[in-house]
């Protein structure tokens, strides 16, 4: 088992983009801000790098990555976006109670979907190598991220989200796509992945279609 005392943590540097590759293409589906495709992945890892050289509260990105100190290998990384929906809007769903106006003792949960724009932090792209899991280290390059924030309260929103990835199979298959968005998008859910990755979003109308 890794001992805690051989790893430290670090903004990820241009170095770094090969290992961090192999784990993309490791992690499970629907990790958007893991991109498995290359280019995706080169762009995000200078957006970092650029983010730690001018920090801007509504427009950087910051990823760190964990270093086994012994072997100098890149085991995990983690990430925070300063402000979701600075340039493009963030579309979620909010899960609402609903009485019909008719009805004394029924109830509906319905989903409303919803938007941010100037949103709140969000901590994101948690990843370690299965090799090295077990040990706690996940935990501690979860936690790194509000250490990092907490000097530099200034480059973050007072709200902090986290965003949890639904249910999908190892084929990307994710039920709740399938049956929620697929007709109206029609493209797979790996394929909207994708295109999230890369900031092409799909216009508001074809939301509300």
Known sequence: MIQLDDIFIRPIQASDYETVLLMARFAQEGMTNLPKNSQDLKEKITYAITSFQKPTIDDAQYLFVMEHIPTKEVIGISGIIAQIGSKHPLFHFNLNLYKPTD????????????????????????????????????????????????????????????????????????????????????????????LNSSHQIISYAVFCL
């Open 103 to 194: 009805s004394k003792e029924v109830y509906f949960d319905t989903l409303h979907l919803d938007s941010y724009f100037k949103g709140p932090t969000e901590i994101c792209t948690l990843y370690v190598r299965p090799e090295f899991r077990g040990s706690g280290i996940g935990r501690m390059l979860s936690l790194h991220r509000f250490l990092f924030m907490t000097p530099h309260q200034s480059l973050f929103d007072t709200r902090i989200i986290a965003e949890m990835r639904g249910v999908s199979n190892k084929q990307g298959f994710s039920p709740f796509y399938a049956y929620v968005w697929e007709k109206r998008f029609g493209i797979t859910d790996r394929k909207s992945t994708r």
